[in-house]
């Protein structure tokens, strides 16, 4: 590996927080990443809080590295050629993962009987998962119907629907699910054919779905929202919440959850579990505004 940097060159970084950027400048030195860690907290107050988050850094544009410790920051560094003025410069996201919540109240035994029974049926049916986006859809509405038709139990007016057009002040574009409650859209869903080489590309799935659900409020464009999108194969799952006012906004993405339909479908009940808490907590949310 080919090391160009030297301890004599200035390092310039431009970092950013969803819509926050800021840019600094450190002599290189054996604390860099101390340094850096240190100024992201001070630009950025939601990282005060002990939230666990990484760096993400794109050097072709077209992938995606994930900077989780010193050892990877120092050898992304480490290749950054200088240019005529001895300065490096670097670009990094900042990615703050998210944690799921748990079910309350948990989904009971025999709903769950009733969605592995219909997963295995698709399985039988249809051989392989992710064929192609309309067979992930298939399995895909069986964690979605499970997870409404629970949270029903308790809010009646809650609204699963499909290939639903997002427009008008409640945002714009195509999703392949949402649930809704009245006016408020909870969750939205997309399905890809996502192989595990693409997984690391993944955020930028999400923050599609983000752009597709802005919010638009009128009265007040500081009123702080609360979106949840998942992107999925079927197979693999990854959360995404996209959180705050829409000036200053902090998008939150879980790590990947991954099925094994041909061994195990235990995980499918984790899976279901976790969309039955975000609409249980969104659902809270509104009730008690």
């Known amino acids: 590996m080919t090391n160009f940097i030297s301890l004599q060159s200035l390092v310039i ?20 990443w101390y340094l850096v860690r240190a100024c992201c907290q001070q630009k950025f107050e939601s990282l005060l809080t002990d939230v666990p988050y990484c760096f993400i850094y ?39 993962k998210a944690e799921l919540l ?33 067979t992930c859809r ?27 057009w997002i427009n008008g ?15 408020d859209i909870l969750l939205v869903e997309k399905a890809k054919k996502i192989l595990r080489k693409e997984s690391r590309k993944i955020s930028f799935k999400c923050i599609t779905i983000n752009r597709k659900c802005k919010i638009d409020h009128k009265e007040s464009d500081n009123i702080p929202i609360l979106m949840y999108g998942i992107v999925t194969n079927g197979i693999e799952w990854y959360f ?20 094994d339909f041909y061994n195990n479908l235990k995980d499918a ?3 279901v579990g976790y969309i039955i808490s975000i609409l249980q907590s969104q659902v809270h949310g509104l009730k008690t505004v």
Not at 110 to 123: R, Y
Request: proline residues 3%; contains cysteine.
């Open 240 to 259: 995404l919440r996209w959180a705050g006012s829409l000036e200053d906004a902090i998008i939150e993405l879980s790590g990947s959850y991954a099925l």
């Open 269 to 271: 009940e984790k899976i």
């Open 13 to 32: 970084f431009r970092c950013n927080l969803s819509t926050k950027w800021f840019r600094c400048s450190f002599p290189h030195t054996s604390g860099l």
């Open 58 to 96: 794109n050097e072709d544009k077209d992938d995606e590295e994930l900077i989780e410790n010193e050892y990877q920051f120092n050898i992304a560094v480490s290749n950054i050629k200088p240019n005529e003025e001895n300065k490096c410069e670097i670009s990094f996201s900042i990615r703050i």
């Open 102 to 134: 748990d079910q309350d109240p948990p989904i009971d035994s025999k709903a769950l009987q009733m969605f592995i029974k219909d997963l295995e049926q698709k399985k039988g049916n249809f051989r392989v998962v992710n064929a192609n986006e309309m």
């Open 169 to 183: 002040s409640r945002g714009y574009g195509p999703v392949d699910y949402s649930v809704n409650l009245g006016e």
């Open 138 to 164: 298939e399995f895909i509405s069986s964690f979605m119907n499970s997870a409404v038709t629970h949270v029903r139990s308790k809010e009646s007016e809650l609204q699963l629907k499909a290939e639903e």
